[in-house]
Protein backbone atom coordinates (compact mmCIF):
# COMPACT_ATOMS: atom_id res chain seq x y z
CA UNK A 1 0.00 0.00 0.00
CA UNK A 2 1.11 3.25 -1.24
CA UNK A 3 1.84 5.81 2.05
CA UNK A 4 -0.43 8.33 1.01
CA UNK A 5 -3.31 6.06 1.01
CA UNK A 6 -1.75 4.70 4.29
CA UNK A 7 -2.30 8.25 5.70
CA UNK A 8 -5.50 8.75 4.00
CA UNK A 9 -7.02 6.05 5.73
CA UNK A 10 -5.85 6.59 9.35
CA UNK A 11 -7.50 10.54 8.91
CA UNK A 12 -10.70 9.15 7.64
CA UNK A 13 -10.75 6.89 10.53
CA UNK A 14 -10.40 9.09 13.10
CA UNK A 15 -12.78 11.24 11.24
CA UNK A 16 -15.28 8.51 11.31
CA UNK A 17 -14.50 7.75 14.86
CA UNK A 18 -13.10 10.27 16.94
CA UNK A 19 -11.04 9.58 19.83
CA UNK A 20 -12.02 11.80 23.33
CA UNK A 21 -15.26 13.19 21.26
CA UNK A 22 -17.89 15.04 23.52
CA UNK A 23 -17.44 17.82 26.29
CA UNK A 24 -17.79 17.03 30.09
CA UNK A 25 -19.33 19.45 32.53
CA UNK A 26 -16.06 19.06 34.93
CA UNK A 27 -14.32 22.56 36.13
CA UNK A 28 -11.33 20.70 36.12
CA UNK A 29 -10.95 21.38 32.13
CA UNK A 30 -9.67 24.49 30.97
CA UNK A 31 -11.65 25.35 27.79
CA UNK A 32 -10.49 26.82 24.35
CA UNK A 33 -12.99 28.03 21.82
CA UNK A 34 -11.35 28.78 18.26
CA UNK A 35 -12.52 28.86 14.81
CA UNK A 36 -11.09 28.88 10.76
CA UNK A 37 -13.07 30.97 8.98
CA UNK A 38 -11.45 30.21 5.58
CA UNK A 39 -12.89 27.00 5.75
CA UNK A 40 -15.81 26.52 8.47
CA UNK A 41 -14.41 24.89 11.17
CA UNK A 42 -15.72 25.30 14.83
CA UNK A 43 -13.58 23.80 17.25
CA UNK A 44 -14.11 23.77 21.25
CA UNK A 45 -11.14 21.53 23.34
CA UNK A 46 -11.06 20.80 27.10
CA UNK A 47 -7.96 19.73 28.82
CA UNK A 48 -7.22 18.74 32.17
CA UNK A 49 -3.71 19.59 33.88
CA UNK A 50 -2.81 18.36 36.97
CA UNK A 51 0.74 18.25 38.54
CA UNK A 52 2.13 19.94 35.33
CA UNK A 53 1.03 16.81 33.00
CA UNK A 54 -2.02 16.34 30.65
CA UNK A 55 -4.71 13.88 32.25
CA UNK A 56 -7.33 14.11 29.80
CA UNK A 57 -8.01 16.02 26.22
CA UNK A 58 -11.86 16.13 25.37
CA UNK A 59 -12.86 18.24 22.26
CA UNK A 60 -16.16 18.99 20.05
CA UNK A 61 -16.37 20.87 16.79
CA UNK A 62 -18.06 21.22 13.48
CA UNK A 63 -15.50 21.43 9.79
CA UNK A 64 -13.64 19.44 7.57
CA UNK A 65 -12.51 16.20 7.69
CA UNK A 66 -8.71 17.83 8.23
CA UNK A 67 -9.81 19.52 11.34
CA UNK A 68 -11.74 16.92 13.16
CA UNK A 69 -9.69 14.10 12.57
CA UNK A 70 -6.57 16.46 13.53
CA UNK A 71 -8.56 16.88 16.82
CA UNK A 72 -8.64 13.54 17.54
CA UNK A 73 -5.22 12.65 16.65
CA UNK A 74 -4.10 15.06 18.82
CA UNK A 75 -6.05 14.39 22.17
CA UNK A 76 -4.41 10.67 21.71
CA UNK A 77 -0.81 12.25 21.21
CA UNK A 78 -0.72 14.71 24.08
CA UNK A 79 -2.49 12.67 26.82
CA UNK A 80 -0.43 11.49 29.68
CA UNK A 81 2.61 14.15 28.25
CA UNK A 82 3.75 16.44 30.44
CA UNK A 83 3.25 19.90 29.96
CA UNK A 84 6.97 20.93 28.55
CA UNK A 85 6.63 18.07 26.10
CA UNK A 86 3.16 19.11 24.91
CA UNK A 87 4.56 22.04 24.11
CA UNK A 88 7.43 20.14 22.09
CA UNK A 89 5.27 17.94 20.46
CA UNK A 90 2.72 20.80 19.22
CA UNK A 91 5.87 22.78 17.56
CA UNK A 92 7.23 19.41 16.26
CA UNK A 93 3.61 18.63 14.43
CA UNK A 94 3.79 22.28 13.49
CA UNK A 95 7.45 21.88 11.76
CA UNK A 96 5.91 18.34 9.65
CA UNK A 97 2.54 20.56 8.78
CA UNK A 98 5.06 22.81 7.14
CA UNK A 99 6.63 20.19 5.46
CA UNK A 100 10.28 20.01 7.90
CA UNK A 101 11.70 17.14 8.65
CA UNK A 102 10.36 15.93 12.43
CA UNK A 103 12.57 14.45 15.21
CA UNK A 104 10.41 10.82 15.32
CA UNK A 105 11.50 10.62 18.87
CA UNK A 106 9.31 13.76 19.73
CA UNK A 107 6.61 13.15 16.84
CA UNK A 108 5.18 9.87 16.21
CA UNK A 109 2.51 7.61 15.77
CA UNK A 110 -0.82 8.65 13.74
CA UNK A 111 0.12 12.33 13.66
CA UNK A 112 2.52 11.86 10.84
CA UNK A 113 0.02 10.98 8.38
CA UNK A 114 -0.80 14.77 8.16
CA UNK A 115 2.69 15.24 6.66
CA UNK A 116 0.63 15.79 3.31
CA UNK A 117 -1.08 18.64 4.29
CA UNK A 118 2.09 20.99 3.72
CA UNK A 119 1.13 20.24 -0.04
CA UNK A 120 -2.05 22.62 0.58
CA UNK A 121 -1.62 25.18 2.41
CA UNK A 122 -4.86 26.34 2.46
CA UNK A 123 -6.07 23.08 4.43
CA UNK A 124 -2.98 23.86 6.78
CA UNK A 125 -5.09 26.05 9.41
CA UNK A 126 -7.61 23.14 9.39
CA UNK A 127 -4.94 20.70 10.57
CA UNK A 128 -3.26 22.91 13.41
CA UNK A 129 -6.40 23.85 15.17
CA UNK A 130 -7.10 21.68 17.89
CA UNK A 131 -2.96 21.90 18.68
CA UNK A 132 -3.30 25.56 18.56
CA UNK A 133 -6.07 25.65 20.79
CA UNK A 134 -4.60 23.26 23.14
CA UNK A 135 -1.16 25.44 22.95
CA UNK A 136 -3.27 28.73 24.14
CA UNK A 137 -4.59 26.85 27.05
CA UNK A 138 -1.33 25.40 28.60
CA UNK A 139 0.12 29.61 27.37
CA UNK A 140 -2.35 30.70 29.25
CA UNK A 141 -2.33 28.04 32.49
CA UNK A 142 1.43 28.01 32.80
CA UNK A 143 1.11 32.59 32.72
CA UNK A 144 -1.34 31.99 35.89
CA UNK A 145 0.92 29.81 37.55
CA UNK A 146 3.64 32.51 37.49
CA UNK A 147 1.44 35.19 38.34
CA UNK A 148 0.37 32.79 41.72
ZN1 LIG B 1 -11.10 22.80 7.52
Given amino acids: MRIENLYRQVI ?16 DYFVVHLNNPSCGDELTIQVKVTNHQIKDIKHQGSGCSI ?11 LIGQSVDQA ?15 VNPEILKGDA ?30 KEEQNNG
Fill in 12 to 27: MDHYKYPRNQGLVPDA
Fill in 67 to 77: CCSSASVMSET
Fill in 87 to 101: FKIINEFYELIKGYP
Fill in 112 to 141: LAYQGVSQFPARIKCATLGWKAVEQGLLKL
